[in-house]
């Protein structure tokens, strides 16, 4: 891959990329992050990742040194400098370099990173046959709904999942099952999918609401309530979505068969559905 990072007014590739050991950053996980999927060279539903990076700098009180349209066209051009076709961009803006103290230093200037990453596509369509996944407390902070770099929990919960042969960790809190480590997650009884509803026990996901209006379109029957851990251990079908896997059954839960062990009628009908999405999209951009 030629330049595939963006880092402070600069392109360059990932070896010449360097940050300062005093970034908040690394020293405090200060910061916001947002991952766009890149299909045949266009970004996906990049304004959608805008305006949620937007909010969560809000919620942190973090300074966007560009605005809205200066990322896009930074991310657009990052992707073009980079020759990347099925990828994905991650970008992280934090409050900057200081010396170390816990509250906002004065005359700080914010720190912003992008870097493209290429997919491997063939994991992908694997994982579409579907996934296993174990549940977990949920053991977080309170403001999930921020997209912000404190991701040990995450970390912790998806190396959970790893050392027992699953590809994701779904979180059990007070209020019922809220979202998984790195994915959104829906369960289907009686033709009814239930999922967490916005707030800031989950994050609001670009492809999660992309979800809910195919479902809407289709006459599909939504509840937004928290479903209880019974309930998904009994559903039908169960899914996730997120920026890479789009919509992935998950066929296996704490060990015990979902359904029939493979993707259901509601989630190939919205995974068809988010196959044609994409579709149209790529159509918009050659037209």
């Known amino acids: 891959m030629a330049e595939n990072v963006f880092l402070n007014g600069k392109y360059c590739k990932s070896e010449e990329a360097l940050v300062s050991i005093e970034d908040r950053g690394f020293i405090f996980g200060d910061g916001v992050y947002e991952v766009m999927r890149c299909y045949k060279g266009n970004l996906f539903e990049i304004e959608e990742h805008l305006l949620r990076l937007e909010r969560s700098a809000s919620r942190i009180a973090l300074p966007l040194p560009y605005s809205g349209g200066e990322i896009g066209d930074i991310c657009n051009n990052l992707v073009q400098k980079s020759k990347a076709r099925d990828a994905i961009l991650y970008l992280q803006v934090t409050r900057g370099i200081a010396p170390r103290v816990h509250h906002f230093p004065s005359s700080i200037s914010p720190t912003v990173m992008m870097k493209v990453y290429e997919i491997d596509e063939k994991e ?39 050392s027992e042969g699953a590809y994701e960790a779904i979180f059990v809190g007070s209020e019922g099952v809220s979202e998984c480590a790195s994915s959104n997650v829906f369960c289907v009884s009686e033709g009814t999918v239930f999922t967490a509803p916005l707030g800031k026990k989950i994050l609001a996901g670009i492809s999660r609401g992309a979800v809910l209006k195919l479902a809407q379109e289709q006459g599909i029957e939504v509840e937004l309530s928290y479903p209880s851990l019974a309930l998904l251990q009994s559903a039908e079908e169960i899914f996730i979505t997120n920026t890479v896997d789009e919509v992935t059954p ?15 009628p509601v989630t190939l009908r919205l995974q068809e559905s988010f196959r044609e999405m994409v579709y149209d999209f790529l159509g918009a951009q050659k037209g």
């Open 124 to 162: 992908v369509l694997e994982r579409k046959n579907g996934v296993k996944a174990i549940s977990l407390p949920d053991e977080r902070w309170d403001n999930c709904d921020i997209k912000c770099i404190n991701l040990l929990p995450n970390v912790l919960a998806k190396e959970k999942a790893r």
């Open 250 to 264: 998950v066929t296996d839960l704490d060990g015990k068969t979902v359904g029939k062990g493979k993707a259901g």
